[in-house]
Structure formats: structure tokens, C-alpha cells
């Protein structure tokens, strides 16, 4: 029969619990405190580089790209504020913010042609055409980060993924699994009928009906019915080329 420990034994144990949690504390401090030295090393080399590096992250799109992943490793947002070291640094700050203003004015404008859904390379392609004087370049990720800083506005501003293909939402209205399944289905032709989505799509004729109203009803969709064989198509501008002739000057 086994002997049960005694009160010595239990408070050996307990006493040695303890030893080993405060172990494990001091493991952890240690841990903590060498990370918050390591962070600062890497923030102050950061800024090393920023400083040796400032012409190339303003004029060079691929390297300012580089640069915002090395920011964020360590916990920097240069774009977090207008103010302070990074935005006296690089003028980051400003840079975005007017990116973010072209891009408003570009949704605004081809808005009447897309409802407010916009292909972001078409987006991109557009904002280069009107920032063509300047010196600065500027890339998709410019374009994903300017946006990222519009959800402020809360007015619908969001990039959402239908398909391949990264669209720009502009206004407040959500696109359910619906509306995305037949935006994705247009991205071939441009185009769907009703009676192609009722076949790919495996719908019943008023179920593709109701969700392609409520898409032309929201803008969308636009309606052409000049075609011999009667029936309608309802084009997505957001996925085909209908609005790239659209460009905002203003």
C-alpha cells in the first residue's frame, strides 16, 4: 500500500510550483524586455534607412511598397498621422492624402456609368492618367493603401474581391453572395442574360431575375436590348470596358 505525503511533502510541492512560476515570469519579462530593445533597434534603423533612402521611397512605387512591409514588422505606420517624424521625413503623409482625394473625385466621376463599383486597375490606370504631370509614380498598393485610409469618411469606401478581380465599392450599399456570384460570372463577356444565369449558375428563373433588378435598381448593371435574338443583356462596367473611356479631369 502506498504512503500518501504528508503536509511537508504537499508544501515542498506547492513551494516548488512556485519557484517554477516565478521562473517562467522572469523567462517572460526577460523575453518582453529584449523585444521592446530589439523593436527600438529596429525602429532607429528604420529611420536610418528612411533618411538614406528618402528619394527612392517617394519616386520608386516598388520600393515604397518594400518599405511599408518593413514599417509594419516593427509596428510603424507612417500613414497613421500627418504629422510627426514620418511625415516630415518623407511627406507620406501628404501623399496619400492627395492620392485619396484623386480617387474620390475618380469615383464620383465614373459613378453615374458604374452604380460606384470600379475595377481597381481600372482605378489605377485612371489616377495615373490624371496624375500624368507628376513626378511620383504610384501602384495598386498605393492605390489599396489611400483607400484603406477613406473607410474614415464612412461612406461606403472598400475594396472587395469578386472572382479574380479586386473591385472598389464607393457607396454604402453591401453585395450579398448573390450579386457577387453574378458579377463574378460577367467578368468573361462583360455581360450576363438571364437565361445564363439560370443555366451556370444552376438558378431558378426568378431568383436571377430579382438579383439582377435589384443590381440594375442599385446602378450596377446597364440594359441593352438591341439584339436580334431579343434577348437582354445586363452589362457590368465594373467588369468590362464600357466605363474605361471615362476620365475625370477635375
Not at 474614415?152 to 472587395?160: D, K, N, W
Not at 465599392?169 to 455581360?191: F, M
Request: net charge positive; aromatic share 6%.
Amino acid at each position: 500500500m502506498r504512503r500518501r505525503p504528508g503536509i511537508a511533502g504537499l508544501q515542498g510541492a506547492a513551494a516548488a510550483r512556485d519557484q517554477f512560476r516565478l521562473l517562467g515570469e522572469n523567462v517572460a519579462k526577460i523575453r518582453t524586455d529584449l523585444m521592446k530593445e530589439q523593436l527600438a533597434t529596429f525602429r532607429s534603423q528604420l529611420e536610418d534607412f528612411a533618411l538614406k533612402h528618402k528619394n527612392d521611397i517617394r519616386k520608386n512605387p516598388a520600393f515604397r511598397s518594400q518599405f511599408h512591409e518593413m514599417c509594419a514588422k516593427v509596428g510603424v505606420d507612417p500613414l497613421a498621422s500627418n504629422k510627426g517624424f514620418w511625415a516630415e521625413l518623407l511627406g507620406i503623409g501628404d501623399f496619400y492624402y492627395e492620392l485619396g482625394v484623386q480617387i474620390v473625385e475618380i469615383c464620383l466621376g465614373t459613378r453615374p456609368h458604374n452604380g460606384g463599383l470600379i475595377n481597381l486597375q481600372e482605378l489605377c490606370t485612371l489616377l495615373r492618367h490624371k496624375r500624368k504631370t507628376s513626378r511620383e509614380a504610384v501602384s495598386e498598393d498605393d492605390c489599396l493603401r489611400a483607400i484603406s485610409k477613406l473607410k474614415v469618411l464612412g461612406s461606403g469606401f472598400e475594396v472587395i474581391s469578386v472572382g479574380k478581380k479586386k473591385l472598389v465599392r464607393s457607396v454604402p450599399t453591401e453585395l450579398n453572395k448573390d450579386h457577387n456570384e453574378i458579377i463574378e460570372l460577367a467578368q468573361g463577356q462583360g455581360y450576363v442574360t438571364v437565361d445564363e444565369v439560370e443555366r451556370r449558375l444552376s438558378w431558378t428563373s426568378g431568383r436571377a431575375i430579382d438579383t439582377l433588378e435589384t443590381l440594375l435598381d442599385e446602378g450596377f448593371a446597364m440594359i441593352d436590348d438591341g439584339h436580334r435574338d431579343g434577348k437582354r443583356r445586363y452589362w457590368f462596367p465594373c467588369v468590362s470596358s464600357i466605363s474605361s473611356t471615362v476620365v475625370t479631369d477635375a
